[in-house]
């Protein structure tokens, strides 16, 4: 085999033109591939990532009424509907691939904040637990967190985020500052932002909606201190946070089974937990943008068929000037298998190198086309690797036509080969 390989590799430095012309087409259509297979991973990638976030990976779990999330300011509290206690958090912990999650209350849209004669329009209360902001990806930028006391001892404390602070603050420094939700004076500790660095690519004005209702004005409260402001208890939500972005929608089902199973709604309320399957959406947009892509790594394809031709051809030359060569061979006794390896193993080599500066040439185009045409790109591991192993194949299957018939020379006919 070895010997196969340096002779190969012999034939090939001994006719550099005519070799690297034959790889051209193994070399363009492997390249091809290679930068269409990581642009579309690239933009999978950016669609996972617009629609979910970059490293978060949580997943919320909303009490539906229907199709429509329930709104208690609207509606009436539905029976039926248990607290989420830490027997249910415990067993939403215990999910495979969960890490953390909390439980939290949310009123949306409320009219009664006010901060001196100032009033939030469109504000959302949060009523959390001890996990929320861990779960959530939210670090403290000013002031302080919740204390171990603030939630056993109903203190009116708040926290606020950014959305807040410019809309009734300005340039003043919240922390001190009292806040009035629903009649009673809560005093702003801190002030939280997200903390992964990750910013969404907006371009529609889908997008923008999307983005726009996450960056609302939010004061988050101590769960216990919620009935201080609104007099009663409203059902919680959940979110979940998983290990990968892959895991989220198995843990999300499996949180909203372990949910609805502890309720005791009428049938006909149609109220339920449901998971947000955000996963699901990302995988339909990458399959829609992915179409049109396959379709181009099938055309790109066809210069794989034809450079296998080209091989084929310049194998069925190589055997017709090499024939005195075959038939001395034969005649110091080498038999049809050893001449079958030589001429296949050349055309195998012959590819394969093809294969490998394919591979170069388009991670190269990949960079390129992302700098020019401003699309992501993300390298293909089992691409590189299938591609350089196709190739190879390429020259067996298109080199075993020459080599049999490089085999099947009889050796007094090819010693008497002009």
């Not at 996990?131 to 939630?151: E, H, L, V, W």
């Not at 001429?343 to 960079?367: C, D, H, K, N, R």
């Amino acid at each position: 085999m070895f010997e196969n390989i340096r002779l190969s590799f012999q034939g090939i430095f001994s006719h550099k033109i005519r070799s690297f012309l034959t790889m051209l087409g193994i070399i363009i259509g492997i390249a091809a591939i290679i930068a269409i297979v990581s642009t579309i991973k690239g933009t999978n990638e950016e669609i996972k990532n617009n629609l979910i976030g970059s490293g978060e990976n949580t997943v919320k779990i909303t009490l539906m009424q229907g199709d429509s999330e329930m709104e208690f300011q609207w509606t009436d509290i539905p029976d039926g509907v248990p607290v989420i206690d830490k027997s249910t958090i415990d067993e939403l912990m215990a999910v495979k691939d969960v890490q953390n999650c909390t439980a939290y209350r949310l009123q949306t849209y409320v009219d009664r904040l006010f901060y001196n004669n100032t009033m939030l329009e469109g504000g959302n209360v949060c009523g959390v637990d001890e996990n929320y902001f861990d779960t959530m990806g939210f670090q403290i930028m000013k002031g302080k967190g919740f204390a171990a006391r603030d939630y056993s001892g109903q203190r009116k404390v708040c926290i606020i985020n950014n959305a807040v602070v410019k809309s009734i603050f300005g340039l003043d420094d919240p922390v001190g500052k009292t806040l009035e939700i629903g009649n009673e004076p809560f005093t702003v500790v801190g002030v939280v932002v997200k903390s992964s660095q990750f910013e969404p690519v907006i371009n529609s004005i889908d997008d923008y909606k999307v983005y726009s209702e996450s960056e609302g004005g939010v004061i988050y409260i101590p769960s216990e201190t919620w009935p201080i402001s609104f007099k009663f208890d409203v059902p919680q939500n959940v979110v979940i946070k998983v290990k990968d972005t892959d895991a989220m929608t198995a843990a999300g089902k499996a949180a909203e089974e372990i949910l609805n199973d502890r309720l005791s709604v009428k049938k006909d309320s149609n109220i339920k937990y449901k998971s947000e399957n955000l996963l699901e959406q990302a995988e339909k947009l990458q399959k829609l943008s992915g179409s049109t892509n396959n379709m181009l790594i099938w055309i790109a394809s066809i210069s794989l068929l034809v450079g296998g031709i080209g091989v084929m051809n310049i194998m069925l030359v190589s055997v017709t000037e090499r024939t005195r060569e075959i038939g001395l061979k034969k005649a110091l006794g080498a038999r049809r298998g050893k001449i079958l390896m030589q001429f296949l193993t050349e055309a195998s080599v012959l590819t394969s190198i093809g294969g490998i500066i394919g591979v170069g040439a388009g991670i190269g185009l990949a960079q390129i086309v992302s700098k020019m045409a401003e699309v992501p790109v993300a390298i293909s591991t089992p691409a590189i690797i299938v591609s350089v192993v196709f190739s190879m194949a390429v020259g067996i299957i298109f080199g075993l036509l020459p080599s049999i018939k490089a085999a099947r020379l009889d050796p007094i006919d090819a010693l008497r080969y002009e």
